[in-house]
C-alpha cells in the first residue's frame, strides 16, 4: 500500500475540535481562497466555486447597505463570523466606502490563523482609508462572541461555517449570532442534497472522499498523499429554522444553486457558450426563483440562504 500522511482531525473532545478544524484550513492556505472566492483581484466577478449562490448573497447584503446609505446612517458595523480569507469584509467595506459611509467598523474572525493572515494582507490598502477600522481576530465561533448586544448591523456567517459546528453548540452559536445583531443576519449552510464538496478545495483535489451522514463525519484522500477526516453536518432548511427562529425573525430561508452548478458546462468538455445560450440562463434563473422555497427542492440547493432580523426591525 502507498505510505500516506494521515491528519485525523476528529471531534473527540470539545477542546480539540477548533485546533482539528483551524489545521485543515491552514494547510489549504491561498488554494481555499482561489477555491473558494476565485481571482482575490476580481472581487466582484465571482468567480469561485460558489459563483451563482455568492451573486445572490451579494445582491442581498449590497441592498441593505444601499438602504443604509440612502437612509442617511453614517456609521455601519459589520461582523463575518469565520470570515476565512476576508473576501466578504473586502466586498462590504469597499461597497459601503463608495456609498459615502463615513465610519466603517467591520471586524472578522477565524479559527484558522493562516487564513486570518491572508486576511490581513488582502486588505492592507482598505485598512488605510479614512474612517475605515477593519481587523481580523482568531476566534472560536462555539465560544460567547464578544460583542455587545444589538451592535452589529450586518452579521455575516457564510460558506458553511455552521456546518463545522458541532451538534452540541449549534443552538448556542445560533443564538449568539441573534443576539448580537441590531440589523441584518445573513446565514448560509451547506445542505444535506447538496452537490459533493470537501470544503478545503475543490473535489479534484481529492482522488476519494466519503462523508458519513450516520456520523457527521467526512473523510478526504487527497492527490498529494494526505488523509483528512472531520466532523460535518449537512442541513436540512428546517434545522436552520429550529435553530434562529428561537431568537431572531427569519424573513427569507431559501435555496440557493439548485440547479446552475448542475448545468454549468466545463471548458474541458463543453464548447464555448453563444448568444444563443442567453435565452437558456434566463429559463434556468426563473428555475431557481420558482423552487428556491420549494419543500421537495430546497435541501438539494448547494447551500441555503437564511436573512433574518430583530423583531424591532421586521416591525418598522
Given at each position: 500500500m502507498q505510505a500516506r500522511t494521515i491528519l485525523k482531525l476528529r471531534v473527540a473532545q470539545d477542546a480539540h475540535v477548533a485546533n482539528d478544524?483551524?489545521?485543515?484550513?491552514?494547510?489549504?492556505?491561498?488554494?481555499y481562497l482561489d477555491y473558494a472566492d476565485g481571482a482575490p483581484a476580481d472581487l466582484f466577478d465571482f468567480g469561485g466555486g460558489y459563483c451563482y449562490g455568492d451573486r445572490r448573497v451579494w445582491q442581498a447584503i449590497e441592498a441593505k447597505l444601499v438602504a443604509f446609505a440612502e437612509a442617511g446612517q453614517q456609521r455601519l458595523t459589520v461582523l463575518d463570523a469565520g470570515c476565512g480569507p476576508g473576501t466578504w469584509l473586502r466586498r462590504i467595506v469597499t461597497r459601503a466606502h463608495l456609498l459615502g459611509i463615513r465610519e466603517i467598523s467591520a471586524t472578522g474572525f477565524d479559527i484558522s490563523g493562516e487564513q486570518i493572515?491572508?486576511?490581513?494582507?488582502?486588505?492592507?490598502?482598505?485598512?488605510?482609508?479614512?474612517?475605515v477600522s477593519l481587523?481580523?481576530?482568531?476566534?472560536?465561533?462555539v465560544?460567547?462572541?464578544?460583542?455587545d448586544d444589538a451592535s452589529v448591523d450586518l452579521c455575516l456567517c457564510l460558506n458553511g461555517v455552521l456546518n463545522h459546528v458541532s451538534a452540541a453548540?449549534?443552538?448556542?452559536?445560533?443564538?449568539?449570532?441573534?443576539?448580537?445583531?441590531t440589523g441584518k443576519l445573513f446565514v448560509t449552510v451547506r445542505t444535506c442534497g447538496s452537490p459533493p464538496s470537501i470544503f478545503i478545495d475543490r473535489v479534484d483535489a481529492a482522488t476519494d472522499f466519503h462523508h458519513d451522514g450516520g456520523t457527521d463525519r467526512?473523510?478526504?484522500?487527497?492527490?498529494?498523499?494526505?488523509?483528512?477526516?472531520f466532523d460535518l453536518h449537512l442541513f436540512h432548511a428546517g434545522e436552520v429554522r429550529s435553530l434562529f427562529a428561537p431568537h431572531i425573525d427569519i424573513?427569507?430561508?431559501?435555496?440557493?444553486?439548485?440547479f446552475h452548478s448542475r448545468f454549468a458546462p466545463d471548458p474541458r468538455w463543453n464548447p464555448a457558450e453563444d448568444a444563443k445560450d442567453a435565452a437558456f440562463h434566463h429559463d434556468l434563473e426563473l428555475l431557481e426563483q420558482t423552487y428556491a422555497v420549494d419543500p421537495h427542492f430546497i435541501d438539494h440547493a448547494t447551500h441555503v440562504l437564511m436573512i433574518?432580523?430583530?423583531?424591532?426591525?421586521?416591525?418598522?
Amino acid at each position: 500500500m502507498q505510505a500516506r500522511t494521515i491528519l485525523k482531525l476528529r471531534v473527540a473532545q470539545d477542546a480539540h475540535v477548533a485546533n482539528d478544524i483551524a489545521h485543515a484550513y491552514d494547510r489549504a492556505g491561498a488554494r481555499y481562497l482561489d477555491y473558494a472566492d476565485g481571482a482575490p483581484a476580481d472581487l466582484f466577478d465571482f468567480g469561485g466555486g460558489y459563483c451563482y449562490g455568492d451573486r445572490r448573497v451579494w445582491q442581498a447584503i449590497e441592498a441593505k447597505l444601499v438602504a443604509f446609505a440612502e437612509a442617511g446612517q453614517q456609521r455601519l458595523t459589520v461582523l463575518d463570523a469565520g470570515c476565512g480569507p476576508g473576501t466578504w469584509l473586502r466586498r462590504i467595506v469597499t461597497r459601503a466606502h463608495l456609498l459615502g459611509i463615513r465610519e466603517i467598523s467591520a471586524t472578522g474572525f477565524d479559527i484558522s490563523g493562516e487564513q486570518i493572515a491572508i486576511a490581513r494582507l488582502q486588505t492592507s490598502a482598505l485598512r488605510q482609508l479614512p474612517g475605515v477600522s477593519l481587523r481580523f481576530e482568531e476566534r472560536d465561533l462555539v465560544t460567547p462572541l464578544t460583542e455587545d448586544d444589538a451592535s452589529v448591523d450586518l452579521c455575516l456567517c457564510l460558506n458553511g461555517v455552521l456546518n463545522h459546528v458541532s451538534a452540541a453548540h449549534r443552538a448556542s452559536v445560533a443564538a449568539e449570532l441573534a443576539r448580537v445583531t441590531t440589523g441584518k443576519l445573513f446565514v448560509t449552510v451547506r445542505t444535506c442534497g447538496s452537490p459533493p464538496s470537501i470544503f478545503i478545495d475543490r473535489v479534484d483535489a481529492a482522488t476519494d472522499f466519503h462523508h458519513d451522514g450516520g456520523t457527521d463525519r467526512l473523510e478526504i484522500e487527497l492527490r498529494d498523499g494526505h488523509h483528512v477526516e472531520f466532523d460535518l453536518h449537512l442541513f436540512h432548511a428546517g434545522e436552520v429554522r429550529s435553530l434562529f427562529a428561537p431568537h431572531i425573525d427569519i424573513a427569507r430561508l431559501s435555496g440557493l444553486d439548485i440547479f446552475h452548478s448542475r448545468f454549468a458546462p466545463d471548458p474541458r468538455w463543453n464548447p464555448a457558450e453563444d448568444a444563443k445560450d442567453a435565452a437558456f440562463h434566463h429559463d434556468l434563473e426563473l428555475l431557481e426563483q420558482t423552487y428556491a422555497v420549494d419543500p421537495h427542492f430546497i435541501d438539494h440547493a448547494t447551500h441555503v440562504l437564511m436573512i433574518a432580523e430583530p423583531q424591532q426591525v421586521m416591525e418598522r
